[in-house]
């Protein structure tokens, strides 16, 4: 099935359904809509005012009006024609359209435009009546969609499965290996988490708050975090599959530590970092303010788990277990 967008009257419904206190999953059943449209829908096309906040909502004629003038700024190389000749003749000349849209400053061009702008473009009927994608490197007729260009079999390859783990990372009889997640919170924070790494064996535990959920501002705090150890400190880690992770080639070029990931919608396979992830909770509930959060409290909720006895550590803490490893 084709995409389309959403019009004024899935629009009314959605306003209307909202005010009913319907679920979203409900109101994207109702309409015939994945519920993440729904969300979607909500988020860009809301109506805020911050002098009357209480009149903040989602109403389906304004919702309508906000997605046309979003179309309408997407539709510059339509609308101008000068920047429309410009971006044509570099396209003819084998430029991308990434270099076409870093130049434009450059070439004195007074409106901007991003590189998907341009691929718009080129793939919609009026770029294909001039055949400008036979321009393009990759000279596809169609464009492959925007989230599903790298599948997920490429960025999670087969051999670093969970499955091909040497035996020694299962059964915890090395030092070193870790496994690793987010912990998500409520919509109001944003995009800010806490990104929580157990190591296996003596169960020390590192928090430390991230204000994006990118995977390459996620793998260079990480990186930051676990560098200061020793190589054997930080051998590996086992993530999930969740795209917060799918930089992870960055780890083993950047600090030397190899990467593993479990089978999707297999939580229990990295059960250490489940189970830290619960006792964390205990400090850092769902509503957390993480602005809030600072270094030392972070550090002051990380040294409270670590220093709680083990009973799988014949009682000793993670941090004393985790330093006797250390100085070995």
């Known amino acids: 099935m084709a995409h389309t967008e959403l019009d004024l009257r899935e629009r009314r419904a959605i306003e209307d359904m909202l005010n009913a206190k319907l679920p979203v999953s409900k109101i994207a059943t109702e309409i015939g809509r994945h519920r993440s449209t729904i969300y979607r829908e909500i988020k860009r096309n809301g109506f805020e005012d911050n002098e009357l906040p209480y009149l903040d ?5 304004n919702a309508q009006k906000f997605a046309e003038a979003r179309r309408a700024r997407r539709r510059k190389l339509i609308r101008l024609e000068d920047l429309r000749t410009h971006v044509i003749e570099r396209l003819k000349t084998g430029w991308t359209p990434e270099q076409i849209a870093g ?4 070439d004195g061009q007074p409106v901007r435009i991003s590189h998907e702008t341009i691929y718009a473009y080129v793939y919609s009927p009026e770029g294909q009546s001039e055949q400008l994608a036979r321009h393009l490197p990759s000279r596809r007729k169609k464009r492959r969609p925007r ?8 960025v999670f390859p087969p051999d670093r499965s969970i499955h091909q783990r040497p035996d020694h990372v299962n059964t915890r009889e090395t030092f070193g290996d870790w496994e690793g997640d987010l912990m998500i919170f409520e919509r109001a924070q944003g995009s800010m988490n806490v990104a929580s790494l ?3 064996k003596t169960r020390f535990a590192v928090l430390f708050r991230n204000n994006d959920r990118s995977s390459t501002h996620l793998m260079n705090k990480l990186m930051d975090v676990m560098e200061p ?17 799918r930089e992870w080639r960055r780890l083993q070029s950047g600090i030397g530590t ?5 089978d999707p919608q297999a939580p229990w396979q990295k059960g250490s970092i489940e189970n830290l992830n619960k006792r964390a909770r205990r400090y850092l509930p769902r509503d957390t303010q993480l602005a809030a959060l600072s270094n030392r409290n972070m550090k002051a909720i990380c040294d409270r788990l670590n220093g709680t006895p083990r009973k799988c550590l ?5 941090t004393e277990a985790f330093k006797e490893e250390i100085l070995r």
Do not use: K, M, N
């Open 198 to 200: 157990v190591e296996r």
């Open 229 to 245: 150890l020793p190589q054997p400190a930080r051998r590996s880690i086992t993530f999930d599959r969740g795209f917060e992770f």
């Open 57 to 61: 909502g989602y109403y389906g004629v």
């Open 147 to 154: 989230y599903a260009r790298r599948p997920r079999g490429q």
């Open 314 to 318: 014949g009682w000793r803490t993670p």
């Open 103 to 106: 130049r434009l400053e450059y």
């Open 258 to 262: 190899e990467s593993w990931f479990c």
